[in-house]
């Protein structure tokens, strides 16, 4: 970028800086907003007299004394039982992420060293089965679900959401194994190890970057899944998605869409935290299949 | 590996996949051509001291024997396809011959769930894909020429509208777009009209459902693209500069083609992704003005009556939608694997 030539012209400059500050108030805004209106009464955040009142709460301090209140969250978290919703999301994220890492591991290392035809045909069922809207699955569960009385239970939610995620799996580990050099299992297998020797001692230790990064996608699958996760849970199952969902089902009465607000603003949190820790591996995945074909 | 080794690696992934993803659309299959059975009704008559009435009854016996037989219900072949509810075809040639011009044509068939919903889906799908691939070549080039250090700030707050949650994301822009709402507020003051309403206006609705598909996938296109300018061949461009070449010429010859590849793959991906929009239409309560296939088996599914059948044909017509866009994606595939080969 040294050379003369590449300089950017001011205007271009000028213009291209407006245009990413124009582009992270688009993206970065919204956020910031609920956030802020999530300490409000309803009355401030959406409000009709005078939108400023949204910024200075006007109201709030009317009703609560101060120009912030908890109120919106003490509703979802303690008085909708939200923390409940919150931990069956966590059980659901971490059973799905640790099955959907254990067998897709094993799959996505098999697909690697492979070389026989049906190794593409069945990436390309995997390819198939990752298109298919996951609505229309559930559209084929509900009945044996009922039959057999497995609806309901977190267990069948998260075996659903593994299989679910296989396909995605697959093909991330399959492209990251393949970036691991055979000669380490084939030279472990000279040294007499099994085929799974070789893959527990040889390429256990060498995997992790691809795992994690494939454990985030998983995670957030599960973590952002609502088709599945609000037609098969029950109430008392369901997870954070599905309950804001049942809070908007509620009369928007006065206080119930603040509580949506506080529980929508809760859910993000954990999602910001992610990304500012894992920026650097959720890019490399989300790049990793586009760049090379 | 050898194949007894590669089978017990790959078995557990692959049922898992058999079980619950290619059982289920086998089962969405055979339940598309199947009602449940109507009740068994008998005719009884009941005498008193004012004579006899007739009265028909539901034979519960009967109809649970009959429901045990018979789980799937009655076959209907094709029939649930073509009823007012999908296909229509009836209803269709009904408007084909009754209606005096092809803009009442459009607007009877329009009124059909199936249709509305198609009109919808195919509306967003090839609006919002082209849009956020070219908002997403924007941001990249922009982000591009950033100062490396402050590029990872921009990174983290691009990535925000993608990895937020579908319904979550819709419903932080919907409480802003709405007529309460600050957005909302400010297009009331700008076009000078306080009653314009999200909720009352339906082609309002279906851009903010668009904008809001634009806002979400556009990043994807961003990361994307991002990646293909590191990897720009600076031979090639730095010889562009000796002949002379524009900025705009450099990026429209050299750059572009270099990411060809990449736009193909982002379009692929979004084509499909977008042509099962479900999310948004929860989130910002869309389903008087905007209904997509998706929508529509969740409908069915979520109601009281449980309308399986319904729910699993649609299903059926959906994957078949899925099955016409992913084709290109299956013949990259193939080239790229006959390629290596």
Redesign the interface.
């Known amino acids: 970028m040294s050379s003369s030539a590449r300089q950017a012209p001011v205007s271009l400059k000028v213009a291209s800086t407006l245009f990413i500050v124009f582009w992270l108030v688009l993206a970065a805004f919204p956020f910031f907003w609920t956030l802020w209106g999530s300490f409000k009464v309803e009355l401030d955040f959406f409000s009709i007299a005078d939108w400023t009142n949204a910024i200075t709460g006007k109201l709030t301090e009317e009703t609560h004394g101060s120009t912030f209140t908890g109120a919106g969250y003490y509703g979802a978290w303690v008085q909708e039982e939200f923390w409940r919703a919150a931990l069956n999301t966590g059980i659901v994220c971490v059973f799905v992420v640790v099955t959907s890492l254990t067998i897709g591991t094993l799959g996505g290392y098999a697909l690697s060293r492979s070389n026989y035809n049906y190794v593409f045909w069945l990436l390309i069922a995997a390819l198939i089965f990752r298109a298919m809207p996951q609505i229309t699955l559930v559209s084929g569960y509900l009945p044996p679900f009922f039959a057999w009385n497995l609806w309901g239970y977190l267990p069948t939610a998260i075996i659903v959401l593994v299989a679910i995620n296989q396909p995605f799996t697959l093909w991330m580990l399959h492209s990251f194994f393949k970036k691991i050099p055979i000669d380490l299992d084939e030279s472990a297998k000279v040294d007499g190890c099994t085929q799974f020797q070789a893959f527990r001692y040889v390429i256990i230790p060498v995997m992790w970057p691809g795992v994690i990064t494939t454990g985030l996608f998983s995670f957030l699958l599960a973590y952002n899944d609502f088709a599945v996760t609000t037609m098969l849970l029950n109430e008392q199952n369901r997870t954070m998605v599905p309950k804001i969902a049942a809070f908007l089902g509620t009369t928007y009465t006065e206080g119930n869409v603040m509580f949506a607000v506080a529980a929508v603003v809760s859910a993000t949190a954990p999602l910001f935290l992610l990304v500012m820790l894992f920026q650097r591996q959720i890019v490399s995945g989300l790049t990793a299949g586009a760049v090379k074909g | 590996?050898?194949?007894r080794?590669?089978f017990w690696?790959?078995l557990?992934?692959?049922l898992?996949?058999l079980?619950?993803?290619?059982?289920?659309?086998?089962?969405?299959v055979i339940?598309s051509l199947f009602v449940p059975h109507e009740a068994v009704l008998v005719e009884t008559e009941n005498c008193g001291p004012f004579g006899c009435t007739k009265s028909v009854v539901i034979d519960q016996e009967a109809t649970a024997e009959l429901r045990e037989a018979e789980?799937l219900g009655r076959f209907a072949g094709l029939g649930i396809y073509l009823d007012r509810g999908h296909l229509a075809f009836a209803e269709v040639s009904e408007a084909w011959t009754t209606s005096q011009s092809i803009g009442e044509f459009f607007s009877d068939v329009g009124d059909l769930p199936f249709y509305r919903a198609m009109a919808f889906t195919l509306t967003y799908t090839f609006v919002v894909t082209p849009l956020l691939i070219a908002l997403g070549f924007?941001?990249a080039?922009?982000?591009n020429?950033?100062n490396r250090r402050i590029r990872?700030f921009?990174?983290?707050?691009?990535?925000?509208?993608m990895?937020?949650?579908?319904?979550?994301?819709s419903?932080?822009?919907y409480?802003?777009i709405?007529s309460?709402?600050?957005i909302g507020?400010?297009i009331q003051y700008v076009a000078g009209s306080p009653d314009l309403s999200l909720k009352a206006s339906t082609p309002l609705m279906w851009i903010a459902l668009m904008v809001y598909g634009i806002?979400h996938s556009a990043?994807?296109a961003f990361?994307?693209f991002y990646?293909?300018l590191q990897?720009v061949p600076q031979d090639t461009l730095?010889s562009a500069?000796i002949d002379g070449a524009t900025?705009w010429q450099q990026t429209r010859y050299v750059v572009l083609p270099h990411l060809t590849?990449?736009v193909t793959?982002?379009a692929l991906i979004q084509l499909?992704d977008n042509?099962?929009v479900?999310?948004p239409i929860?989130g910002f309560?869309a389903s008087a003005h905007a209904t997509s296939?998706?929508w529509i088996?969740?409908n069915?599914?979520?109601g009281e009556t449980?309308q399986?059948s319904a729910?699993?044909t649609t299903?059926?017509l959906?994957?078949i939608g899925?099955a016409i866009?992913?084709s290109p994606?299956?013949v990259?595939?193939?080239r790229?694997?006959k390629g290596k080969a």
């Open positions: 590996m050898k194949h080794t590669f690696f790959f557990p992934t692959a898992a996949m079980i619950f993803i290619a059982a289920p659309i086998g089962s969405v339940q789980p924007v941001i080039l922009a982000v020429s950033l990872g921009v990174i983290f707050f691009s990535l925000l509208p990895i937020v949650t579908p319904l979550i994301g419903l932080t822009l409480w802003m709405d309460r709402g600050v507020e400010f806002w990043p994807f990361v994307v990646a293909g990897t730095e500069q900025r590849p990449l793959f982002v499909m042509f099962r479900f999310e929860i309560n296939l998706s088996i969740f069915d599914l979520s449980n399986l729910a699993a299903s059926v959906t994957i899925v866009l992913l994606v299956l990259r595939t193939w790229d694997f």
